[in-house]
């Protein structure tokens, strides 16, 4: 049974650091990992992804220069390291897994992703 556990989450201020991770099991890793957010009130988005064949990365201009995914392949554990954090960036944070046989064409889009976390809370005060 695959499963993906985020934690890391809290309250921080502008400016701030946080790192989150998403712990894996049950799961052969295939094309994509992914974080995507999602604030109150609004749509779920793509914010970073990993190929894990390559090892490239993708992010939304938002957090560009700001968050890097990254994965520990020895403990199944992917991250999202973020810095300089924003109010804006206040949401719920989610990792998500594409199905590992087929190929991630569009790393931010949900339908990419069959598996998900559920959830870590970032808040960034002003």
């Known amino acids: 049974q695959v499963q993906l556990v985020d934690s890391g989450g809290g309250t921080v201020q502008a400016g701030g650091s946080l790192r989150l991770s998403c712990v894996v099991s049950g799961y052969t890793f295939g094309s994509c990992m992914g974080w995507f957010r999602q604030a109150l009130g609004k749509e779920r988005e793509g914010i970073a992804a990993l190929f894990v064949g390559s090892g490239s990365t993708y992010y939304v201009d938002s957090v560009k220069g700001r968050f890097t995914i990254s994965r520990d392949a020895v403990k199944n554990i992917v991250y999202l390291q973020m810095n300089s954090l924003k109010p804006e960036d206040t949401a719920m944070y989610y990792c998500?897994?594409?199905?590992?046989?087929?190929?991630?064409?569009?790393?931010?889009?949900?339908?990419?992703?069959?598996?998900w976390g559920q959830g870590t809370q970032v808040t960034v005060s002003s």
């Open positions: 998500a897994a594409t199905n590992p046989f087929l190929e991630c064409r569009s790393p931010h889009s949900l339908r990419e992703y069959n598996y």
